[in-house]
């Protein structure tokens, strides 16, 4: 039986601005929404009373690697634990990367990753797929997937030589290809053979701890490889093209004079390189900087200079829209026998950290510092994510018709990180000790309250495969 929910009293929140409203909930979808005061004579199975909480479209977080292949071990969260997390902080679908690996059919690598999520996801999930090797075969398979499956986005990557690595060669095929049938390119854009040589470089002099992660990886390295891959796609034919986690000054200016060019390039960047420091955290005494070691790195505190650094770059890209998207780059790796891979090498040290949790948190403090509007924050959390893959109006935004994803959230409570307290399957935090003005209080997927009152309602199997159009942002 359908049930009726009725979200009355709070302020609903999408790009356009903020306006009090009621909101009315049918089954699995939002079918209407009321001026205060007019759903009055409107009945419902439960009343939500929403006083004083910002209503917003549940998060979209279009990264995440539940169990991703790296380094000799696997990312510690699977699609239960990972989508349980999601969901405590706000998060309503997630976008995971499914992989082919070097050899493997495309449509091997994507039947595996679904066999991981199918009847274990708390909340709606859809894939990428990660070329892992571009010949003919996987070309075909590109067109496949997105006529047949629903995937329509494919990653790239211009880092890891040897394990996931395309040469220009290849990316520009995969471009061409994209051009031809509309999917959207993602480019994980660092200069790999460049980094390889300096990091066993460095290695050989004994240079050994996670902060020569960083030092090996600068972000010039990044900015080169943006400015190729636009070029690239440019000559493919105004390719669409995506830039995944974005960190660094270099890059950011090539999106925007892509952009200003007109051309389809967009960018996302994530919550660690909006906050946190190479010398801060990589940089922390002893191995204790492996916690922080992901690719591209945690970048200089005070570059490109003291009056302007990469992080202030970064917000600012994140209000004139060079930066669209915030997604979590969600691939954790425990500290103890994973991240320890890498004692005496830093090379070994899997790449990644968790975040799935607390994007929406951490995104809100911007607002909250006067960083970023209101509808920003829901802009580059939900609904631009919705959008740039095909999911849109379904997910990311508050109107009838669209599915009852729904955050209430209290701008007035106050929460701080921890690993005692997260739900991610991490034995320590990235964020540990982070005060948060805000809290995600109420979360409602597909109709159904996931979190409320500090427990967890939802159930793995709830979440369902999302099949995807194209973009809806291309020119
Ligand atoms: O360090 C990272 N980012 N790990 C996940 C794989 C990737 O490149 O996104
Ligand atoms: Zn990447
Ligand atoms: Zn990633």
């Not at 902080?89 to 995971?96: E, H, L």
């Not at 993602?186 to 902060?211: F, S, Y």
């Not at 796609?233 to 986690?245: R, S, W």
Request: net charge negative; hydrophobic share 40%; charged share 20%.
């Amino acid at each position: 039986m359908k049930m009726k929910t009725l979200i009355t009293g709070g302020t609903v929140v999408g790009p356009l601005g903020a306006t009090p409203q009621d909101v009315l909930v049918d089954g699995e979808t939002i079918a209407a929404l009321y001026a205060p005061g007019a759903a009055a004579g409107v009945t419902a199975d439960t009343v939500i009373d929403a006083t004083g909480k910002y209503v917003v479209p549940g998060g979209v977080d279009v990264h995440t690697h539940m169990k991703l292949p790296f380094g000799g071990t696997f990312a510690s969260d699977d699609f239960a634990s990972g989508t349980k997390a999601a969901a405590w902080g706000g998060t309503t679908t997630i976008i995971d990367f499914a992989v082919q690996r070097t050899g493997e059919v495309v449509q091997d690598g994507l039947a595996a990753w679904h066999a991981l999520a199918d009847g274990n996801c708390a909340i709606d999930y859809g894939f990428h797929m990660i070329m892992g090797g571009v010949d003919d075969d996987a070309l075909k398979a590109m067109d496949y997937l997105v006529a047949h499956e629903g995937v329509t986005s494919f990653k790239l990557f211009m880092a890891y030589p040897g394990v996931f690595y395309s040469d220009d060669g290849q990316i520009l095929r995969a471009m061409q290809k994209a051009t031809d049938n509309g999917a959207l390119i993602m480019m994980h854009a660092e200069n790999g053979i460049a980094i390889d040589v300096l990091a066993a470089q460095a290695v050989a002099r004994g240079q050994t701890d996670p902060i020569y992660h960083g030092l090996t990886r600068p972000s010039a390295l990044e900015g080169e490889a943006t400015h190729r891959a636009t070029v690239l796609a440019q000559v493919a034919g105004n390719t669409p093209l995506y830039f995944v986690h974005m960190s660094a000054s270099e890059a950011l200016a090539q999106v925007s004079a892509a952009r200003s060019a007109g051309r389809n390039v967009f960018a996302e960047t994530c919550p660690q390189y909006l906050y946190l420091t190479l010398e801060d955290q990589l940089g922390a005494p002893g191995f204790e900087g492996a916690k922080w070691v992901a690719s591209p790195p945690l970048r200089p505190r005070d570059e490109p200079n003291r009056d302007r650094t990469h992080r202030d770059d970064l917000w600012r890209g994140l209000r004139t829209d060079d930066l669209a998207v915030v997604s979590t780059d969600h691939c954790p790796f425990c500290f103890k026998d994973q991240k320890e891979l890498g004692l005496g090498d830093f090379t070994k040290i899997p790449n990644g950290m968790g975040t799935v949790e607390h994007r929406m948190d951490l995104v809100y403090q911007g607002v909250a510092t006067g960083k970023l509007s209101l509808e920003r924050w829901v802009e580059t959390c939900s609904t631009t994510p919705a959008r740039m893959f095909g999911l849109y109006p379904k997910k990311g935004v508050i109107q009838p018709g669209s599915d009852a994803d729904i955050v209430l959230y209290d701008p007035r409570a106050t929460t701080t990180i921890s690993a005692a307290t997260h739900h991610m399957n991490i034995d320590y935090s990235a964020w540990e000790g982070f005060e948060i003005a805000g809290k995600v209080e109420t979360v409602l997927s597909r109709g159904s309250v996931v979190v409320a009152d500090g427990a967890f309602h939802g159930r793995s199997g709830h979440g369902q495969f999302l099949r995807r159009g194209l973009s809806q942002y291309l020119r």
